[in-house]
């Protein structure tokens, strides 16, 4: 290999799966990573040659600058040259509080503020009292929200059921809490008898709490004998507890869990924008900051062109770079104070990846995850062209990706493999795209379309009546029952709202795989992610006779110096993190005492050192076998019982959350893009599994742009025509072969992929 100025030179690299590979990277080129989910793309490209740079940005530093950024281990390779600066946009979701915003997250608002500080009229006062989050600036009624959130009685109270029985549908307040168990036991109400059947005066204080002047306590019942506790009444109680705080902080409680007892509307004080009557009192050319935040980007981009007071062009100029840049992205329809979890999957992709362009920098490296992940094939073309400009513009564009059309584009294309997990970890290509078409590689970039000719017939379907969530345009549409189906359109046509709001909510046994994260740690692995370890522990206590814990590097069986980790991490000071093999238990995480029992001749280290192809062979646990056979199905039996989910690649997570989904029983699922961070192979996998899935009698619904995932479903729903106010509608109704006869956008790639 040539060592030249304009390569990046990796030597020896060995960090997780990775065999001790020589790689060089051309620069100013667009490099695109493929190969099967787990087969040591990331291992290269994050965990190699961005932490590497990173490491090496911070030594620049002072040494009291230095230990208040972030600090790198030095990754496990014999040399690394010719770096330069990276910026890195990963799959990770964007995380956001209730009040986060596009324009929050793309740091525009702080600039509009700033804009309405200087030269709105009549003048307020500063940036910050511009704020929904500053006590001036914030609406008296809602306290900055922008909605007013009320519980509503006949959601939270089933009024036929008693407190025994579980009359309240809140579960914090239901009896399997301590607040559910208190109104049981505390002597104030009967918990015997239905809801309905309570005087009225014992109704409004459940409900309201004692009148004015009056209190009314409670025992409740703890270790150290009954304490006295006042009783405030049910909503009174909810409200405080759950609607007067930022939900997101709770522990255990989501958004939707609160709103599914309670109604929301708009504020009627400040009309949604969180802001009090004086703040919007202050204008720029008749509109105030409320108005300016519903704009959309290419009118706001309009407005903020035309602004020419010396004061405040300068700030709109700041502005304008980053709004180009949405607009480009082909988000032109949102606008700043669209909530960031309303948000498609492909929405927030695009956003994240605006985010970190618009710089005048060049000559650095962009590194893309999955960028592609959840655009339809119509705005995968406008995400090749931001590569294209980003190399034009003198950079590095290295991209981990599985989507055909971004591989075709790529200057070069290196494959990882062959297999994943201990299976990959090589180089099994690289080179352009004329050489792989004729090389034997598990990516195939010019794959056909097999478009299904014989979908399944149904005689049932699932209406859905004037759906009007969101963008949802009062649509009617009937989902078949028992087959494959395939809801599709551009990001932000209202899929997710059509299928995960309005669907869900009409037929709440769906069970649901969407596009949250999974709880991912170090001390989370395969095993308890499925709820598997809960039976290996019962199995190990239940031979030997021995505690449950015991065999639990999380409890008492943990190694005493490491606490379980299995490693450590010595205190350096300032010099770069070094993380080494814990002495003690040598990696295995357990005591001596935990590893001296065994189960069919292996202890527990043992067991969780096998894969889940080898423990479908050694387990004989119905249960088990049950789960374990899921993560087969879905193709991880390479991975071993232990492995943990932080150390998991995207697609990896995909399948792992799909498995634990897959395991419950049910007759209609629900999956909201599942081929995210998936190869075409692993794809055809786990297209296997829906069809027998459907073939076993149930309903099948997925969320998709994989045209490949398209053409093999039995009907397609198609919304359109664009995303946002522009969505909403339903395009199409059909089968694959009649799609290819509409004049649809997903219709269009059908057709340019069939032909």
Known sequence: MS???????????????????????QKGKITVFTGLSGSGKSSVVFDTLATESRRQMTLNYPLYVRNQMPR???????????????????????????????????????LIRLLFSRIGKPAIGSATDFSSLSAFGKCPECNGFGEVVTPDKHKLVDFNKSLHDGAVQFKPLSPSGWQGRWMITGGVFDPDIPIKDFTEDKLKLFLYGPQDGERVFAPFHTKNGPQPHEWDGLIPRFKRLYINRDISKLRGITEEDVFKVTTQTACPTC??????????????????????????????????????????????????????QLV?????????????????????????????????????????????????????HMLIQMLEKLKAEHNTVIVIEHDVSIIQAADEII?????????????????????????????VPHQQIIINKNPRTYSDYFPIKSANENNLKNIHVNIPKNVLVSICGVSGSGKSSLMINAFSKQYPEAIIVSQDSIGISSRSTLATYMGIMDDIRSIFAKETGQSAGLFSFNSIGACPLCQGKGEMTPDVAFADPVTVTCEACNGTRYSDEALSFTYRNK?????????????????????????????????????????????LSGGEVQRLKLASHLQKEGKVYILDEPSVGLHMKDNETLLNVFQHLVNSGNSVIIIEHNINFIAASDWIIELGPGGGKEGGQIMFEGTPKEMLHAQTTTAKWLKQTFD
């Open 3 to 25: 060592e030249k100025k304009d390569e990046i030179i990796l030597r020896g690299l060995k960090e997780n799966n990775l065999k001790n590979i020589d790689l060089n990277i």
């Open 328 to 380: 480009e992205m082909g988000l032109g329809y949102l606008s700043l104070s669209r909530k960031m979890n309303t948000l498609s999957g492909g929405e927030a992709q695009r956003v994240k990846i605006a985010r970190h362009l618009g710089s005048s920098l060049n000559n650095l490296t962009y590194i893309f995850d999955e960028p592609s992940a959840g655009l339809h094939p119509e705005e995968v």
């Open 72 to 110: 790198y281990e030095r990754p496990h390779a014999d040399m690394m040259k010719n770096l330069s600066p990276v910026v890195v946009v990963e799959q990770k979701p964007i995380v956001g509080n209730a009040r986060s915003t596009v324009g929050t997250f793309m740091d525009i608002h702080p």
């Open 603 to 647: 202890n527990i280290i043992d067991v969780l050192r096998l894969t889940i192809d080898e423990a479908s062979n050694f387990f004989r646990v119905p249960k088990i076998l049950k789960r374990i056979n899921t993560l087969k199905n879905v193709g991880l039996g390479y991975l071993t019982l232990g492995q943990t989910t932080s150390s």
């Open 415 to 443: 494959e990882m493999g062959p297999g994943a997990g201990v299976h990959g970890g090589e180089i099994t290509y690289q080179g352009n795209l004329k050489g792989m078409n004729d090389a034997k590689t598990a990516t």
């Open 271 to 324: 009309e949604g924008s969180g802001l009090n009557p004086k703040i919007l009192a202050c204008k720029i050319n008749g509109m105030n900051i409320a108005q300016y935040d519903q704009l959309e980007l290419t009118e706001l981009k309009n407005e903020l062109s035309h602004i020419d007071d010396p004061l405040g062009k300068p700030i709109a100029q700041q502005a304008l770079p980053i709004i180009k």
